[in-house]
């Protein structure tokens, strides 16, 4: 069972699109948080492709850890369309999406809402 701050944690993290990364401190940022917490709660998630945390890296690019594997992360976001070369994303700042503009767009308080309309089961 995940707990409501792992919950927090996949509601934003099913909000990165496709082609794009945002990291372990922005996510912690938006919830007040470390950036070494959300990286726990993402390695809880049971949903390792409808929730992408593939899509979070380290500040500096570097890919950091993945439940299926770095190696898999990789392929993950190169498939993406995203560059990775020695386990960073090149070019960061061309699919890096900072979370602090799309924050108002999402309501915080109304996780339940975020979590359902990902469609599965949190």
Do not use: D
């Given at each position: 069972m995940l707990t409501?701050?792992?919950?927090r944690v996949l509601a934003l993290t099913v909000k990165i699109p496709k082609g794009k990364v945002t990291t372990y401190g922005e996510i912690a940022?938006?919830?007040g948080s470390s950036p070494r917490a959300v990286g726990q709660a993402l390695?809880?998630?049971?949903?390792?492709?409808k929730i992408p945390c593939h899509r979070v890296v380290e500040s500096n690019g570097n890919l950091g850890g993945y439940s299926g594997?770095?190696?898999?992360?990789?392929?993950l976001l190169r498939?993406?369309?995203?560059?990775?070369k020695n386990n960073k994303v090149i070019h960061f700042k061309k699919?890096?999406?900072?979370?602090?503009?799309q924050i108002s767009k999402l309501n915080l308080k109304s996780q339940?809402?975020?979590?359902?309309?990902?469609s599965f089961d949190i």
């Open positions: 409501s701050f792992q919950k940022k938006a919830l390695g809880a998630n049971p949903y390792l492709i594997g770095v190696k898999k992360k990789a392929i498939g993406e369309g995203i560059q990775i699919y890096f999406i900072n979370l602090k503009t339940k809402f975020l979590v359902l309309s990902c």
